[in-house]
Nanobody, 113 residues
Framework: QVQFVESGGGLVQPGDSLRLSCAAS????????MEWYRQAPGKERELVATISSTGSSTNYADSVKGRFTISRDNAKNTVYLQINSLKPEDTAVYYC??????WGQGIQVTVSS
């Protein structure tokens, strides 16, 4: 079955950096379109970044452009989200999403001084 292992979240201070990882199994990862979403408390889930199956094409929400970088390693069946210059408003549960069908379990990122 489809499984995800998300890691790299936690409590950080404003200005810090994090790299989220989402290791996938149970489907052909190398052919999968991958996305990262986030959901802040009391808000709707928001798409933040997408990456094509080969990694050649990426897209970002305007709110994160310049600070977030999505990447993937198809040999490791893993998609990453590098987050720099973290802000309190980045506090959310971050989810990986495969082929617009499968969801990871989510990982908490909290930005607070």
């Amino acid at each position: 079955q489809v499984q995800f292992v998300e890691s790299g979240g936690g409590l950080v201070q404003p200005g810090d950096s994090l790299r989220l990882s989402c290791a996938a199994s149970g489907f052909t990862f190398s052919g999968a379109f991958m996305e990262w979403y986030r959901q802040a408390p009391g808000k709707e889930r928001e798409l933040v970044a997408t990456i094509s199956s080969t990694g050649s094409s990426t897209n970002y929400a305007d709110s994160v452009k310049g600070r977030f970088t999505i990447s993937r390693d198809n040999a490791k069946n893993t998609v990453y989200l590098q987050i720099n210059s973290l802000k309190p408003e980045d506090t959310a549960v971050y989810y990986c999403h495969a082929n617009r069908v499968f969801w990871g379990q989510g990982i908490q990122v909290t930005v607070s001084s």
